[in-house]
């Protein structure tokens, strides 16, 4: 079992070997997924408190980054969206730069401002968000930390 601070990866078969990959790597390697670049999100539960690992596309707004809680396009929210709706204060790794950051999910103005580019980073995004009648929530994560 890992310490209280120690981040629990995804186990989810393809999302445990690309974090895995990343972090060993120092974030060299598995970076990117189908040409979208990836970040490493450190987020804790909100029953355990326990730090849990993904491996996400993201986008930039200015100096933040955006995050799509799209889940494959299902009618649920993913876990770890539904843990940093409680728990806000994560843990990123984009390449070899680690630091915390707050998240925070877009309002609506702010998503349709955005999502245009993040379907033009990862088109799969505009049949995941037609395929479902969830509006899939897009996350800024503001650096508060260097």
């Not at 539960?45 to 809680?69: E, K, M, P, S």
Request: with cysteine; proline share 6%.
């Amino acid at each position: 079992m890992a310490s209280n601070d120690e981040a629990v990866i995804s186990p989810e078969g393809w999302v445990a070997r690309q974090a895995r990959l990343y972090e060993e790597s120092g974030g060299t390697q598995g970076t990117t997924m189908q040409g979208a670049p990836c970040l490493l999100l450190d987020y804790r539960g909100r029953r355990t408190g326990q730090w849990r690992r993904t491996v996400l596309i993201y986008g930039r707004d200015g100096d933040d980054y955006l995050i799509v809680a799209s889940n494959g396009g299902s009618d649920q929210h993913p876990l770890w969206y539904l843990n940093l709706r409680e728990e806000p204060e994560v843990r990123l790794q984009v390449g070899p730069e680690r630091f915390t950051a707050r998240a925070e999910t877009l309002s609506p103005e702010d998503k349709a401002r955005v999502w245009p580019g993040l379907v033009k980073l990862f088109a799969p995004y505009e049949g995941y968000q037609r395929g479902t009648a969830r509006d899939i929530p897009v996350v800024r994560l503001t650096r508060t930390n260097d």
